[in-house]
Structures are given as structure tokens and as C-alpha cells.
């Protein structure tokens, strides 16, 4: 039954990654808010991020450490959206970010100048 669980859990967590880019901002709130418990270290299902196929790479194998690009490119762009948006996905993108794949997924200046805005606006919300 633990398993049934577990395999039920990872199911969710699979669906919640398809809402990340939805049109409608409350569900990618909630996608990124119910995404953000699992990109913390330890949790037993983070290894599913990297084990996701993509256009790129159909058999799902990427770099250890890496994370699914479009995953990466979802949250870098949440972290423009709505205020509680952008804050989950700037938490997921903190947690994801301790491995050196993921930090290379980040090394974009674009993005980087979106952090720096955020941190150096005085009225920024996040």
C-alpha cells in the first residue's frame, strides 16, 4: 500500500510540472506551490526532475545533477509572475540550484538580471 502511495504521489508530482506553464495564474500558483516541496534535497521523489524525457534527450537520461530543461525555464519564468508565483518558484529554483548542472541551467544573463532587479528594487514584492 506504501507503494501504491508513493507511485500515486509521484503521479501528482508528474502533473503538476504540465501546469507550470498554464494560461490560468491561479493554477500555476498552485502547480509551483505544490512543486516546491519536492525540489527540497532530501526528498525521495526530486530524482523524478531529472529522469523526465525531453525533446532533447527522448530516453529521459540527463546529466547527472541536471535538472528537465523546461522544468528550469518554467520557474525562471514564474519568477516574473504574480508575487507568491514568483516566490515558490524562486524557493524551487534555490533548491534546485545546489547542484553545478543546475547552476549552469541558470547562468543566463536575462535571468540573472531579473534576480538582480529583484533584489535591488526597494518595492519589489517578493
Known sequence: ????????????????????HDRNPEVRRLAVHGLLPY??????????LNNLPTAENSSGDLKPGSIKPGIIE?????????HMTAHDAFSALINLSDTAPVVEQLNDPDFLSVIFFTIIVSDSQI
Open 39 to 48: 525540489t527540497a534535497a532530501n526528498h525521495p521523489s526530486r530524482s523524478i
Open 74 to 82: 518554467d520557474l525562471k519564468r514564474l519568477s516574473e509572475d504574480q
Open 1 to 20: 500500500m506504501n507503494q501504491d502511495r508513493a507511485g500515486s504521489d509521484d503521479f501528482q508530482f508528474i502533473q503538476l510540472i504540465e501546469f507550470l
